[in-house]
């Protein structure tokens, strides 16, 4: 399995972007095996599916959020990354980063990056 | 698909059965469905997923159940280490989403 860790700014003004990278290791991201996806959940909340990315650079978006979300890769750093713009305090969550193999679920998860909007 | 889990929480005491639910939306192969467990402070941990295959190290304690738009997931015997939230997630269409948890709490 690939091990995540996530990246970035614990805090971000309300209306500017919200910029994560989660670095994988293990394997390499453009591999067509797995696909990358990132996931928030506000405190003591459930977890959101934001979207996912391949290794191709295709992605998918929640519907709630696909105005404002912008994923990419960049394989030669091995990573992939979350842009969110537009942030308010609704915004304000623990954000993980997570893979899953071909038909497969998210078996893999980053530790965590809790990110605060704030005004 | 929206997924709905009951109940909210549950209370049980270790050496107890765990019975938990979740209700699809629309209906939802099994074999794109999965459990997955969470503790304070700590990502989610898949559990099992599909027709029954547990993740690496997870006790045959957990079991899976359900087709259509109903699954469960039952926990045999609850050990002290049980006690957390759980989640389920359906990964069958190009938008995934998960439910929105049971605890179960001593």
């Known amino acids: 399995q690939v091990q995540l860790q996530e990246s970035g700014p614990g805090l971000v003004k309300a209306s500017q972007t919200l910029s994560l990278t989660c670095t994988v290791s293990?394997?390499?991201?453009?591999?067509?095996?797995?696909?990358w996806s990132w996931i928030r959940q506000p405190a003591g909340k459930e977890l959101e599916w934001i979207g996912r990315?391949?290794?191709?650079?295709?992605?998918n978006y929640n519907p709630s959020l696909r105005s404002r979300v912008t994923m990419s890769i960049d394989t030669s750093k091995n990573q992939f990354s979350l842009n969110l713009n537009s942030v308010t305090a609704a915004d304000t969550a623990m954000y993980f980063c997570?893979?899953?193999?071909?038909?497969?679920?998210?078996?893999?998860w980053g530790q965590g990056i809790l990110v605060t909007v704030s005004s | 698909i929206v997924l709905t889990q009951s109940p909210g929480t549950l209370s049980l005491s270790p050496g107890e059965r765990a019975t938990l639910s979740c209700r699809a939306s629309?209906?939802?192969?099994?074999?794109?469905f999965a459990w997955y467990q969470q503790k304070p402070g700590q990502a989610p941990r898949l559990l099992i997923y599909?027709?029954?295959n547990r993740a690496i190290g997870v006790s045959d304690r957990f079991g899976v159940s359900g087709s259509g738009s109903d699954f469960t997931l039952t926990i045999s015997g609850l050990e002290p280490e049980d006690f957390a939230v759980y989640y389920c997630?359906?990964?069958?269409?190009?938008?995934?989403?998960f439910g929105q948890g049971t605890k179960i709490e001593i």
């Open positions: 997570a893979s899953g193999g071909w038909d497969l679920p998210l078996g893999s």
């Open positions: 293990g394997d390499s991201i453009r591999t067509g095996k797995y696909y």
């Open positions: 990315i391949f290794g191709s650079g295709s992605a």
């Open positions: 629309r209906n939802v192969s099994s074999t794109y």
């Open positions: 599909g027709a029954s």
């Open positions: 997630h359906q990964f069958g269409n190009s938008l995934r989403t």
